[in-house]
């Protein structure tokens, strides 16, 4: 069984450009999550999606970020525009049910120079 | 509110000697606890998790961690090291949202270097 995969594995953008992060949850997972790691920090969560709908979108910083589900499959995280102090690794996760385990994924790494 | 630090943001050891990896924890209501391994390029892995059962937790490959309540701690421990286990650790605990969400709360990181 494929895990959760994200794309791309890393990615170098300049300040003020548009950066775009998908991810592919395991089959069938209806829940999705988003976290990033800035500057080596703690994880922190960013969003969760129950199938195509936001459930929760309090850790999202501001509204630079933008993520989307459609048809409850694959998600997308965009930065537009994107900053210096949002450098760091995005991870995905997914679970089946809310209470089952999270599936991470290996992380997006975003430089903005 | 509950937070989670890692006591040591790097832990190096020799193969073939003992893990410890510390953690403290603080949380409003009972806690769900776990230890998440990552190795590079890959996803973060459940190594085990505390969830109010046995106070001895066992995990995958020979790892496990003791809840002590009193001591708020959940220290991750290997009576073996291996070089494959050199990797970043990450102690987590959950506490569940009104929104339905399990709320993850990371600690920072310790990474564990195996000397040959």
């Known amino acids: 069984e494929a895990g959760v995969t994200q794309f791309p594995s890393h990615s170098v953008i300049e300040k003020g450009q548009t950066v775009t992060l998908r991810c592919d949850p395991i089959?069938?997972?209806?829940?999705l999550y988003w976290y990033r790691r800035v500057m080596g920090k703690e994880i922190k969560f960013l969003l969760h999606f129950v199938k195509e709908s936001k459930q929760d979108e309090s850790g999202m910083p501001n509204n630079r970020f933008l993520a989307e589900r459609t048809g409850g499959t694959y998600s997308t995280l965009k930065v537009q525009p994107a900053e210096l102090e949002d450098s760091g690794v995005y991870f995905c996760?997914?679970?089946?049910?809310?209470?089952?385990?999270?599936?991470f994924g290996p992380g997006t790494r975003l430089t903005v120079l | 509110a509950q937070s989670v630090t890692q006591l040591d943001s790097h832990v190096s050891v020799s193969e073939g000697t003992p893990v410890l990896l510390r953690c403290n924890y603080s949380s409003s209501y009972s806690p769900s606890l776990f230890w998440y391994v990552q190795h590079p390029n890959k996803g973060l892995q459940l190594l085990l998790k505390?969830?109010?059962?046995?106070?001895l937790v066992k995990g995958i490959n020979g790892f496990e961690a003791e809840f002590k309540k009193s001591e708020t701690s959940f220290h991750l421990t290997k009576p073996s090291a291996h070089m494959s286990d050199a990797a970043e650790y990450f102690c987590?605990?959950?506490?569940?949202?009104?929104?339905?969400?399990?709320?993850?709360?990371f600690g920072s990181g310790t990474r564990l270097q195996v000397q040959p």
């Open positions: 996760a997914s679970s089946q049910e809310r209470r089952s385990g999270e599936f």
């Open positions: 089959s069938g997972h209806d829940n």
């Open positions: 987590v605990v959950s506490v569940w949202m009104d929104t339905g969400r399990r709320a993850l709360t």
């Open positions: 505390y969830t109010s059962a046995a106070t």
